[in-house]
């Protein structure tokens, strides 16, 4: 069993940076491979990132290749990522999400068995 809390979100100007959080509890934080996701009002959840157990691989939706990086420490049981030059189109609430097979960097959200509350991220033009 996992438990995720996200964490980071706020309102940020168009071209700006933030940094969302996810702490994950447990032992075996990286015994899974994380992944990213958003979700805007009215539309379904999709992919942003995702990096397997190691931190070796990472794999990115196109809507964020170059802004975005996703990261993670696995003594502090943390993912992060870091998103920068922020669009409008970026605004959604933000979960991550824990996948027990560790070395799986997927953007299929029937793959991950953990998820989050959700962090709220509001970009204004």
């Known amino acids: 069993q996992v438990q995720l809390v996200e964490s980071g979100g706020g309102l940020v100007q168009a071209g700006g940076s933030l940094r969302l959080s996810c702490a994950a509890s447990?032992?075996?934080?990286?015994?899974?491979?994380m992944g990213w996701f958003r979700q805007a009002p009215g539309k379904e959840r999709e992919f942003v990132a995702a990096?397997?157990?190691?931190?070796?691989?990472?794999y990115y939706a196109d809507s964020v290749k170059g802004r975005f990086t996703i990261s993670r420490d696995n003594a502090k049981n943390t993912v992060y990522l870091q998103m920068n030059s922020l669009k409008p189109e970026d605004t959604a609430v933000y979960y991550c999400?824990?996948?027990?097979?560790?070395?799986?960097?997927?953007?299929?959200?029937?793959?991950?068995?953990?998820w989050g509350q959700g962090t709220q991220v509001t970009v204004s033009s």
């Open positions: 447990g032992r075996t934080f990286s015994s899974y491979a």
């Open positions: 990096i397997s157990w190691s931190g070796g691989s990472t």
């Open positions: 999400a824990a996948d027990a097979d560790p070395r799986a960097v997927v953007a299929a959200p029937g793959s991950y068995d953990y």
